[in-house]
């Protein structure tokens, strides 16, 4: 399914559902609609041009290639939360509320290939923290 987030159309498509999960028990944090996308182009563009994104809403980053990525918040208005999983889908790296429209690039650090965007400041309400873990269902 690819996402409605190219430059001119900012309404969300839910694509499935997100579940953050504690790391030690599996317990459900929370849960949110996600939007997909799912190839590098898609991926280019992600909440760019987006000016509000509902409080449980997030976009979900599959990519096929496992490796260490870079995120940045150019032609992004929305304050996000930058969420990093590895292949086993364990939250590895967090940027929290960064900064809209900046061309600093977030790295993961180490290889990742599921990345989710939520609201600036969502990390911290529903205390999420490197070391948990996500799971996803699709539409």
Do not use: H
């Not at 409080?55 to 995120?71: A, D, P, T, W």
């Not at 940045?72 to 999983?85: E, G, H, R, S, Y």
């Not at 960064?98 to 061309?103: A, C, N």
């Not at 993961?108 to 923290?129: D, F, H, Q, T, W």
């Amino acid at each position: 399914m690819k996402p409605s987030s190219y430059a001119g159309k900012t309404e969300f498509t839910k694509g499935g559902e997100l579940f953050f999960l504690r790391k030690v028990t599996g317990e459900v944090i929370c849960k949110i609609e996600i939007e997909i996308s799912d190839d590098e182009n898609d991926s280019a563009t992600g909440m760019m041009y987006r000016n509000d994104l509902d409080e449980n809403q997030g976009m979900l980053f599959i990519l096929k290639e496992y490796s260490v990525r870079s995120f940045w918040m150019k032609n992004t208005v929305i304050p996000l939360d930058i969420i990093f999983a590895d292949s086993s889908k364990k939250i590895i790296k967090i940027y929290k509320e960064t900064k809209p429209l900046s061309e600093e690039l977030l790295s993961s650090l180490k290889p990742a290939n599921n990345i989710v965007e939520v609201n600036g400041g969502y990390c911290k309400r529903s205390g999420i923290m490197e070391g948990d873990m996500i799971s996803f269902l699709l539409n």
